[in-house]
């Protein structure tokens, strides 16, 4: 199956500091790309969907300043917690999709995630 | 709106034991993709199955097996003879089908196979 890395896979950071996590797409094309959040013992949350070169769409509740999605390339997406605060310490979870592929249903791929602690 | 609702937050079972978890979804959508995900301790998500709308045919893939029913909008996944490795958080997931397709995920079930 196709592959999705992230990096860093962990990041400790002091608050008011900004964060970059990038999701790489190794063997496909990733024309959509999504970030996921998930707090200790709960849920993946959806954060935003991100098209190659174009801007990213956010959840309802997810701020988009705080939270910047740049997918300038069709492998590549980038996720910056700017100013990030305790509150912002989650599992941040990318995958990727080939949304050119013309199959009834394109697979997500995910990626192994990145644990951010701002102390 | 799309909702998948995993009322079991916490299974445990001794090895051997059969168990089944439970998805309860919702969705307006007469064409639409469930799936069930495994995260072992190590955050990284494994995929384990997708089915569509439109095939309710039961699915056994080994000790796994997969019980969809559209009449009570049910997704259920029965793991057999449980061993010590399945013990993770299990998440149920439904995808519309249009526009991204975008995943919306249940809250998970931890699942605890002692030996």
Known sequence: ??????????????????????????????????????????S?????????????????????????????SLTLSTLTVTSAHPEDSSFYICSARDQLRRTSYNEQFFGPGTRLTVL | AQKVTQAQTEISVVEKEDVTLDCVYETRDTTYYLFWYKQPPSGELVFLIRR??????????????????????????TITASQVVDSAVYFCALSENTGFQKLVF??????????
């Open chain 2, 106 to 115: 249940g809250t998970g079930t931890r699942l605890l196979v002692s030996p």
């Open chain 2, 52 to 77: 569509n709308s439109f095939d309710e045919q039961n699915e056994i893939s080994g000790r796994y097996s997969w019980n969809f029913q559209k009449s009570t909008s049910s997704f259920n996944f």
């Open chain 1, 1 to 42: 199956g196709a592959v999705v890395s992230q990096h860093p896979s962990w990041v400790i950071c002091k608050s008011g500091t900004s964060v970059k996590i990038e999701c790489r797409s190794l063997d496909f094309q990733a024309t959509t790309m999504f970030w996921y959040r998930q707090f200790p013992k709960q």
């Open chain 1, 44 to 72: 993946l949350m959806l954060m935003a969907t991100s098209n190659e070169g174009s801007k990213a769409t956010y959840e309802q509740g997810v701020e988009k300043d705080k939270f910047l999605i740049n997918h300038a």
